[in-house]
């Protein structure tokens, strides 16, 4: 089985590349599923319900999200409304937030699967364990998935990197994003999970993770607020390939796929 997620998609040159270039992956991959981190598809800053229903349908089976998933309030009832949707949260927010982390289902030709997303803690919103609800999340799977990806969206390598371990061989894959960088560290953990501590960013890369460079080098001279547009240049595909063993769960290979 063959599991293609695509890194953070960025603004309007991000869906713009996905939507170009998706469809020849399709053809020159075959990948069974297709995933994607969707939170910064609104202009760099969350996402809305039409722009859900514009990325779903270019044939991407579940969005995971991270922080910026609650900077457009008009997600909040779409949220609450498709509790069964393919649009997700990360699942360690506090049990009030609206939307929820987990979703399980199965391909076209009847592989089930699970999606999880999580959020780390280092240097990000001081929410719920992400160990822990991992742990809570993988006791409510049925055994019979096999199939487990977990999007970790956090900020300091070392975190992903311990989530990496402390799930290995009980889940199919770890997949960072949310730094915007791909990483140069894809791998096979010991006991069968993928894991890259980040996918990196679908986005223009002429840019400051994703932003026009003048107005964010400015900020970090003045400190003062500032209004931060997309950048345009560069623009690139960034994510990963997995080959997996749909009996096992198991990954057998993880490869990075950049394209422009």
């Known amino acids: ?66 922080n910026h998933i609650w900077d457009k309030k008009e997600i909040y009832p779409y949220l609450r409304e498709h509790l ?19 979703y399980v289902a199965e391909t076209p030709s009847g592989i089930r699967y699970a999606v999880l997303n999580l959020q780390g803690r280092v240097f990000m919103p001081s929410i719920d364990c992400p160990f822990r609800k991992a742990d809570a999340l993988l006791g409510s799977i049925p055994p019979e998935v096999n199939i487990r990806i977990v999007d970790f969206h956090a900020e300091a390598t070392s975190e992903k990197q311990a989530m990496g371990w402390y799930l290995d061989g009980r889940v199919t894959a770890v997949l960072g994003t949310h730094t915007h960088v791909p990483t140069a560290d894809e791998t096979i953990l010991p006991q069968g999970t993928a894991y890259i501590t980040d996918l990196g960013m679908t986005g ?57």
């Open 204 to 260: 223009p890369y002429e840019s400051i993770i994703g932003m026009e460079r003048q107005a964010v080098m400015q900020k970090f001279l003045d400190q003062l607020p500032a209004r931060f547009e997309v950048a345009s240049g560069d623009v690139r595909f960034a994510g990963a390939l997995l080959e997996v063993d749909p009996q096992t769960g198991r990954a057998l290979s993880i490869s990075r796929v950049v394209r422009k």
């Open 84 to 102: 069964d949707g393919r649009l997700l949260r990360p699942a360690n927010y506090p049990i009030e937030a609206p939307g929820r982390g987990l």
């Open 1 to 66: 089985m063959r599991i293609l997620f695509i890194g953070d998609i960025f603004g309007h040159p991000g869906r713009r590349m996905v939507k170009e270039i998706l469809p020849h992956l399709q053809g020159e991959l075959k990948p069974d599923l297709v995933l994607a981190n969707a939170e910064n598809a609104a202009a760099g800053f969350g996402i809305t319900p039409p722009l859900v229903e514009e990325l779903l349908d270019l044939g991407i089976a579940v969005l995971t999200s991270g």
